[in-house]
């Protein structure tokens, strides 16, 4: 079985650590994990079984598409131990602003890391971004670009995932010097997807995955992305994410 993490590279220690337990713990054979590209996920979908870190927006797309997608379960993050699994689209500004008001700001240049993101463009716009305020829009490709644009001046916001800035935070300290500007949200946390298989399959990798927190290794592993637990979800819980993706429709093409 493969597995392949989309959520960028600040998570892979935690999504490895987590693939590791699965395999041992549920008696399966995995590939290591590997990042993989949007650009392959429908081939990547319609193959064989396998296991994914992914974004909810791609997820309900793919799914809704016909592909097999099954979401088993997703992150709590430990900043909010006592939550439902979710996240924060984080406006973030460039050092200059800390202090001020969103609502006072007007004529700023926005970074988002593409239009297909949920947390970096879809989640915001979906809740109410108010363009009207950026005479730029400048898609960086990636999270962590875009807050280095930010701490370069050359650019004044952007959105981004509050999971990931979590994860970014420990290898770029300096990303705790941007402002949080405004917040939505919040949307469903990623989940982890399993890619065709059975009922069975899919209930022995759900098990294993929501009871990690139960144990000091499964504990060593969730600390590795900053999240308290897994909690089993499914398709439903990811209406959220499609209803904001309709109303981002109108402000993306």
Known sequence: MRAYAFLGD???????AVVELVRDRAGLEFAPLVSGDLDELEAIAGGEPALLFLCGLPYVRTRDQGFPLRALAAPVSSAAPEARPGYLSLLLGRPGLAGQEFSELSELRLGINSRDSMSGWVLPVGSGLPLERFVSITPTGAHRRSMEALLRDEIDAAPIDSMLLAGELAATPAFATLPVLAEY?????????????DDD????ITCVLECLHQDEAGRAALSLGRMARLERMDDGDYDLTRDCDRRAAACTR
């Not at 600040?10 to 490895?16: E, K, T």
């Not at 399959?201 to 022995?204: D, G, H, K, S, V």
């Open 10 to 16: 600040a998570l892979l220690p935690y999504q490895s």
């Open 185 to 197: 949200g919040p949307s469903p946390s990623p989940p982890i997807v399993l890619v065709g298989g």
């Open 201 to 204: 399959l899919a209930e022995r």
